[in-house]
């Protein structure tokens, strides 16, 4: 069973920056996609990015191309979501997520989720 820990959320104002963290607890998921989902106040869970294992191929939802980068460090298990340029509608309860497969559209593991809260 994999468990994925996030860390790194918080407040920020409009045009801010915030870095989030996810920890996967086993080695095999190196071998995976990890990623990030978000579920803004009273609305659907949504895809926001995800890379795959050797780096080479990354995914973003439109909302939030050119403001978040997705990194990965397989050598600490961690994925990392950098967020540049924040916006109130940013604001949401963020899940890391991992899957065996290269960027499938659903995902076997989630963390309990961060919250991003961003004032105007």
């Known amino acids: 069973q994999v468990q994925l820990a996030e860390s790194g959320g918080g407040m920020v104002q409009a045009g801010g920056s915030l870095r989030l963290s996810c920890a996967a607890s086993i080695r095999t998921f190196n071998s995976g996609t990890m990623g990030w989902f978000r579920q803004p106040p009273g609305k659907e869970r949504e895809f926001v990015a995800a890379?795959?294992?050797?780096?080479?191929?990354?995914a973003y939802a439109n909302s939030v191309k050119g403001r978040f980068t997705v990194s990965r460090d397989n050598a600490k298990r961690t994925v990392i979501l950098q967020m540049n340029g924040l916006k109130p509608e940013d604001t949401a309860i963020y899940y890391c997520?991992?899957?065996?497969?290269?960027?499938?559209?659903?995902?076997?593991?989630w963390g309990l989720g961060t919250q991003v809260t961003v004032s105007s």
């Open positions: 890379i795959t294992s050797s780096g080479g191929r990354t």
């Open positions: 997520v991992a899957d065996q497969r290269a960027l499938p559209r659903t995902y076997d593991y």
